[in-house]
């Protein structure tokens, strides 16, 4: 394995109650016979806990509440030796939970109560030096607006939730993340990227593009989906550590497509966050040993 890169995410912490059950309700419909679990979420500290996981030394900037829920939340980060120094207690927000059903067939319908996420202002942000910075759309826009305009290595901005945003957190950025549907909300916004635009397609694997122009195209191996919860937050972590440790495109591409696949097999966000040697095992097939 290359020499550990130092990547920074700036991002949400959540509690996620999952209810797991045959198939996702309609709008109007109540369904019943569901098991309920609960596991440590947030895309920002999913995408923390993938990058370390992956390879790379990862610190959270993020804010939780002085509640259990936050010592839940964060349990899973702490164990995998993420620097968690810069994520603060809110007294005065609960620690933000995920209301998350899932389906037999691993889809997946997801309403989050923000709570402390949305405390995380501009002002309580202090970057280390680092290699690369990831940030989503689960803290304030103008938070994100000020940890871009201050970071001086490669920014890797996860589109996601769709949200409108400033052309400047699309423009300033290396990478620009979405999938299929937050593709269709942004259209012709994304065009003001000008670095690499990564779009995703769930089983059918994902695009990169610079410039409009396709630079790499990549599927993963067939898989039986069990909970898709994280796994376009794997693939936002390894291919952003993919290229910072100077993958080839076409190889960093493949590289997240297989992080991504592998998290989707398994139940959980965080539980389900593959390891480097899962993912490198995946590829051996294609780039050997």
């Known amino acids: 394995m290359p020499s550990r890169r130092f990547i920074v995410v700036v991002g949400s912490v959540n509690l996620d109650i999952v209810a797991s059950v045959a198939n996702l309700p309609v709008a109007g419909e109540t369904v019943t016979g569901a098991s309920l679990s609960r596991f440590p979420g947030g895309k920002g500290a999913n995408q923390a806990l993938a990058a370390k996981r992956l390879g790379a030394n990862v610190a ?24 968690l120094s ?33 405390e995380l202002h501009a002002n309580m942000i ?11 759309l689960e ?13 001086s290595g ?15 957190l699309i423009s300033c950025a290396n990478l620009v993340v979405v999938n299929e549907t937050e593709a269709e909300f942004y259209g012709r916004k994304l065009e003001v990227c000008t670095g690499l635009l990564a779009t995703t397609f769930g089983a059918e694997g994902a695009v990169l593009t610079k410039a ?28 952003t550590l993919g290229i910072i ?9 493949d590289f997240a497509c297989a992080a991504g696949a592998i998290a989707a097999t398994r139940a959980g966000a ?20």
């Open 154 to 168: 490669f920014i890797s901005v996860n589109l996601a939730p769709a949200l409108d945003v400033p052309d400047t």
């Open 86 to 118: 810069a994520c603060e207690r809110d007294a005065s927000a609960p620690t933000g939970v995920a209301l998350i059903t899932v389906s037999s067939c691993g889809e997946n319908q997801i309403v989050v109560a923000p709570g402390a996420n949305r």
């Open 60 to 83: 959270l900037v993020a804010r939780v509440g002085n509640d259990a829920n936050a010592d839940e939340a964060i349990a899973l980060l702490l164990a995998g030796d993420v620097d």
């Open 126 to 136: 202090v970057l280390p030096e680092a290699d690369a910075m990831i940030c989503q």
């Open 139 to 151: 803290v304030p826009v103008e938070t994100l607006c000020h940890a871009v305009e201050s970071f």
């Open 212 to 239: 409009g122009v396709e630079v790499a195209r990549s599927k993963p191996a067939v898989i039986v989906a069990v909970d898709t919860t994280g796994a376009g937050d794997t693939f936002t972590a390894a291919l």
């Open 245 to 253: 440790e100077g993958m080839e495109l076409q190889h960093a591409l």
């Open 270 to 289: 965080q539980p389900s966050l593959p390891y480097r040697q899962e993912v490198d095992a995946m590829l051996n097939w294609k780039y050997g040993g």
